[in-house]
């Protein structure tokens, strides 16, 4: 089967390919396929995955998987959420969205947070959706240098008290809210077959 994925990082790509393994998948980016760059602009995390599942269905003819992650953090009642990428203002890079993190925190009683990913497959059965999450709290201040995003202030409840900025990649994948979510993926697939009927 030949599967699109949403994206044009090579990293995305990579880990998919590795997760995919074995399950007779030609896995091609957006980039590949010259597809149009989409707005991320839906009131949900779903939203923006199918939005940019439905073009590339669309652009491509071929089945299509896509995804949108956010942080929920509960003491500012699940913000940033969908708009974690733009969290502090539309051209706001990683650093300025942590600092704001930070900020908004300071002072706050509990720290308690997830990470969310949402994956949207689409072919011409119709559509799956499949969920990961990842539990854990706000550090009070950055620690690491890997990762990207909030990595570095994020502490999963199933890990050993490092930030996911302080793991290697392949540590952080076994338990990240994105590696649940494709393997739930993946599990479907190799029982499926890859309809979304």
Known sequence: MRLVLATRNLGKVAELRARLAGLGVDLVSAADLDAPAIEEDADTLRGNAEKKARSLWAHAGLPSLADDTGLEVDALDGAP???SARFAGPDADDEANRRRLLADLAGAQGRTARFRTVLVYIDEDGTRTFDGVCEGLIATEEEGTGGFGYDSLFRPADGDGRTFAQ???????????????????ARWLAESGGSAR
């Open 167 to 185: 793991m290697t990649t392949a540590e952080k994948n076994r338990i990240s809210h994105r590696g649940r979510a494709l393997d739930a993926f």
């Open 81 to 83: 959420g969908v708009r």
